[in-house]
């Protein structure tokens, strides 16, 4: 389950108040008690409740979280609960509800992705990129795994992706002498590459790489690449990247794609929660 650091929240909440509250504390009305219920407007699959409880919490309020990040929830479904002082429920309110709404948005994107992605009874892992919004990858990330996606990378720092922007350095190496090199460097790491064509995939395999990234392959490039590779090296994975969507994650699937790299979630729409705040 995913738990938002202190130093998260407490960046979430002076970013919205960073001088206070004014409306609330020039009315007068911060000490009087109150109630706020976040209800589902949108079909969605939930996220970012871990969030939005840490928020009211750090504010003030007292808090009951009536979902889970990763269930669907259907328009009308209370989400959470809090009470406390109005002063604490409405500095927390918006960033909340609004970090719930976004991420709510990927996750239920990240779902249709994952479910367009089974064949028959053929299911592959759906991954989620790193091209996240800088300083919301956390969130993301644990936005797209609600949905049921897996995490295709954290960052630079634990994986060995071998780009085109990469080789350009290499000169004329042969891709076996760059495997021996990364092998000797990182020996309990998979090596995964990312190729251009069905050919250049079948050199890669043969030269020793664990994972096969093809980039904005056509299916039909896929699939000319899973007879070229498979029938080999069976054990190299076959990843599809780039344009993956609901609409063509199946034909992927069907074409020979062991897995499916993805960033469309992130750029999903908002799935709207509905807050009220009233009087205890």
């Known amino acids: 389950m995913f738990r938002p650091t202190r130093a998260e929240l407490d960046a979430l909440l002076a970013e919205d108040t960073p001088h206070g509250d004014l409306t609330t504390d020039a009315l007068g009305i911060g000490e009087r008690g109150a109630v706020m219920r976040f209800t589902a407007r949108d079909p969605q699959v ?7 409880r840490g928020l009211i919490e750090l504010a003030g309020g007292s808090v009951a979280t009536l979902a889970a990040d990763g269930e669907r929830a259907a328009a009308g479904t209370a989400l959470l609960s809090a009470e406390g002082p109005a002063a604490a429920l409405h500095r927390a309110w918006k960033t909340a509800q609004t970090t719930m709404e976004l991420l709510g948005g990927i996750a239920t994107a990240a779902r249709e992705v994952v479910e367009a992605a089974v064949v028959g009874e053929r299911r592959v892992s759906v991954a989620c990129t ?5 300083g919301a990858r956390r969130f993301q990330l644990a936005a ?8 295709h990378r954290t960052g630079l720092s634990e994986t060995v992706l071998v780009f085109a922007e990469h080789r350009a350095f290499l000169g004329d190496e042969a891709p076996e002498a760059t495997v021996a090199r ?5 020996p309990e790491k998979k090596l995964v590459i ?4 069905p050919d250049h995939a079948a050199r890669a395999a043969a030269a020793g790489f664990d994972v096969i990234q093809m980039e904005k392959f056509t299916v ?11 029938s080999r090296w069976p054990a190299v994975v076959l990843a599809s990247a780039g344009g993956i969507s609901p609409a063509n ?5 069907r074409a020979g794609a062991d897995m499916l790299v993805t960033s469309w979630p992130y750029t999903a729409r908002p799935r709207d929660v509905q807050v009220t705040i009233e009087p205890a």
């Open 46 to 52: 939930v996220a970012g409740i871990a969030i939005a």
């Open 220 to 230: 039909e490039d896929v699939a000319e690449a899973a007879a070229l590779v498979k």
């Open 182 to 186: 990364l092998r000797a460097a990182c």
């Open 130 to 134: 790193r091209k996240t919004f800088p």
């Open 194 to 197: 990312e190729v251009a064509t």
């Open 249 to 253: 994650a199946a034909d992927h699937v």
């Open 144 to 151: 797209i795994r609600a949905g049921g996606c897996v995490v």
